[in-house]
């Protein structure tokens, strides 16, 4: 797989990056229901195996779960594995309450704590996760400058920021990257931000490019309905009438461009995110070895003109 620069750092990244918030598991307010570690272990060695050689966490996943989880995955492996992580959510112990704060002090703990549950020395991309509180956007990305300047954090990145937030940070100090939702269903980036990042050299890493695997091609309005309560698409709009049946429609029409190129459903929404030469790369969830397997090859895959615009047909049904 090619690797690209993620926008003005040194990071070279393949188009693939594995997204490990369902390893986090189900036991906590955005968790994705029952999920075996043994499960993530494997899917994390699976996508270095295939070529991967990136991993996105956050500190909030599980509360500390997934970074977990990553230790153990890239035990003695470290040398092979770019690791982004993020800041910003914060919990107490024994509570499923979640906080948000981008204070110094607050995002020092943070990221002590980070290190340690990753088991590593320094982070390659640290992200503030939500520009929120709004008021204390300032001091968390002036807190991570100062955290670059310290080595224990190699490059600074931002999700979830708009147009406004974007340009108060890049004041500061040059951000690295953007990590924003772009899918096929969510594509609000693509009019302001995308030409922002390009000309600040911000490289964009795109989350959710299946739209929490909706456009996988293997989720039917069953399963959306029996989503069990500890997985947080039980309870999101995308997941509910009457959005999910329009969505799936609209997967019917599209798996059948899929089936003429000889790819599937998850690979076309993968390659449709990657098409775009603003965004480095696509953050892709899985759960097991075989979920990643099969999404890895979008990362080679190059739709034409004509596939585009018929995707883009149906988009706009
Ligand atoms: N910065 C932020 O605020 C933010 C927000 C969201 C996500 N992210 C990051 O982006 C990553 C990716 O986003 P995401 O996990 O929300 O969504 P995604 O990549 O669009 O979808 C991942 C989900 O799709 C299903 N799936 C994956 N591969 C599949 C396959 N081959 N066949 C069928 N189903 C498959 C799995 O769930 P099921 O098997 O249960 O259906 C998997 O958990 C996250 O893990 C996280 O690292 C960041």
Request: glycine share 8%; aromatic share 8%; net charge neutral.
């Amino acid at each position: 797989m090619e690797k690209r620069k993620l926008g003005f750092s040194e990071l070279y990244l393949t188009p693939i990056g594995l997204g490990t918030w369902a390893m986090g598991g189900g036991d906590w307010k955005f968790g994705w229901g029952p999920q075996k570690d043994l499960n993530s272990i494997k899917a994390v060695h699976a996508a270095i195996e295939e070529g991967i050689n990136w991993i996105d966490t956050a500190a909030i996943y599980g509360h500390g779960h997934s970074e977990e989880v990553i230790r153990k995955a890239i035990k003695g492996r470290r040398e092979e594995v770019i690791i982004a992580t993020k800041c910003g959510r914060v919990w107490e112990d024994n509570s499923l309450e979640i906080g948000k704060s981008l204070k110094r002090k607050s995002i020092k703990k943070e990221v002590e704590a980070s290190l340690k549950r990753l088991g590593i020395e320094v982070i390659d991309l640290y992200q503030i996760h939500w520009p929120e509180p709004a008021e204390e956007i300032e001091e968390g990305w002036g807190t991570i400058a100062d955290l670059i300047r310290e080595g224990k954090v190699r490059y600074g990145g931002v999700s979830n920021f708009n147009l406004e937030q974007l340009k108060k940070a890049q004041a500061i100090h040059p951000i690295a990257s953007l990590q924003p939702p772009y899918s096929m269903l969510k594509r609000e980036v693509e009019e302001e931000v995308m030409p922002y990042c390009k000309i600040n050299e911000i490289g964009i890493i795109a989350y959710s490019p299946m739209q929490a695997g909706l456009l996988s091609g293997k989720f039917s309005r069953e399963r959306a309905s029996n989503l069990p309560q500890s997985d947080w698409r039980s309870r999101n709009p995308f997941f509910l009438e009457p959005q999910i049946s329009k969505y799936l429609k609209k997967v019917e029409k599209l798996k059948e461009i899929a089936t003429a190129k000889g790819i599937s459903m998850a690979q076309l929404s993968l390659a449709w995110v990657l098409r775009r030469d603003e965004v480095t790369a696509a953050i892709v969830g899985a759960r097991d070895a075989r979920q990643i397997k099969e999404t890895v090859i979008a990362g080679s895959l190059v739709l034409n003109e004509l596939e585009v615009n018929e995707v883009e047909q149906i988009l706009s049904l």
